[in-house]
């Protein structure tokens, strides 16, 4: 699946062009983005920091019909990743950081923005051979205004991604 991220308060087109694809291999998922007009502003160099405090592609995904219980995965554009399985009661979110589980990890810059892309073993998450709902999404601050510019695949209309009603199928 190929697609574009739009604004996710809004619904509007993104502000910037943000390209996301989707393939599946065997027991993985493969997630590539292109993000045009990136300061590619990262805060954290290490794996499993808050890098969404700065530019950041994220899949939330999940097999859960009622979607409380979901992967997220992130990259910044200095290849730094995060990933966790969250558990949202109600708002109020459970958080177990996850090793090992993302790789192929692939980033870099272009005239306009960056590239990025990784893939997730989804037999490690336990998310192999189901039907996965998710959301994707991207966080551009324009060298680090927080949260200045939320993208994603299907908008929440608020300035959260943790909004498992906007979850869809991802193909």
Same mark, same amino acid.
Do not use: W
């Given at each position: 699946?190929?697609?574009?991220?739009?604004?996710?308060?809004?619904?509007?087109?993104?502000?910037?062009?943000?390209?996301? !694809? %989707?393939?599946?291999?065997?027991?993985?998922?493969?997630?590539?983005?292109?993000?045009? #007009?990136?300061?590619?502003?990262?805060?954290?160099?290490? #794996?499993?920091?808050? +890098?969404?405090?700065?530019?950041?592609?994220?899949?939330?995904?999940?097999?859960?019909?009622?979607?409380? !219980?979901?992967? !997220?995965?992130?990259?910044?554009?200095?290849?730094?990743?995060?990933?966790? $399985? +969250?558990? #949202?009661?109600?708002?109020?979110? #459970?958080?177990?950081?996850? =090793? =090992?589980?993302?790789?192929? +990890?692939?980033?870099?810059?272009?005239?306009?923005?960056?590239?990025?892309?990784?893939?997730?073993?989804?037999?490690?998450?336990?998310?192999?051979?189901?039907?996965?709902?998710?959301? $994707?999404?991207?966080?551009? %601050? =324009?060298?680090?205004?927080?949260?200045?510019?939320?993208?994603?695949?299907?908008?929440?209309?608020?300035?959260?991604?943790? +909004?498992? !009603?906007?979850?869809?199928? $991802?193909?």
């Amino acid at each position: 699946m190929k697609a574009l991220l739009k604004n996710s308060r809004t619904g509007e087109p993104a502000v910037y062009k943000t390209e996301v !694809e %989707t393939e599946f291999f065997g027991e993985y998922l493969k997630l590539s983005f292109v993000c045009e #007009n990136s300061a590619c502003y990262c805060p954290y160099q290490k #794996n499993n920091m808050p +890098i969404y405090e700065g530019d950041v592609c994220e899949a939330f995904l999940c097999a859960d019909e009622k979607r409380r !219980e979901y992967l !997220e995965t992130e990259i910044a554009p200095n290849g730094a990743v995060f990933a966790a $399985i +969250i558990v #949202n009661d109600g708002g109020k979110l #459970n958080i177990t950081m996850l =090793d =090992d589980v993302l790789f192929d +990890i692939r980033v870099s810059k272009t005239e306009t923005g960056y590239f990025a892309e990784y893939k997730i073993d989804l037999k490690k998450v336990g998310l192999y051979g189901k039907t996965l709902f998710g959301n $994707i999404y991207r966080i551009e %601050t =324009d060298g680090g205004e927080h949260n200045k510019h939320l993208f994603a695949l299907n908008p929440t209309l608020c300035g959260n991604f943790h +909004i498992p !009603e906007k979850f869809i199928e $991802i193909k």
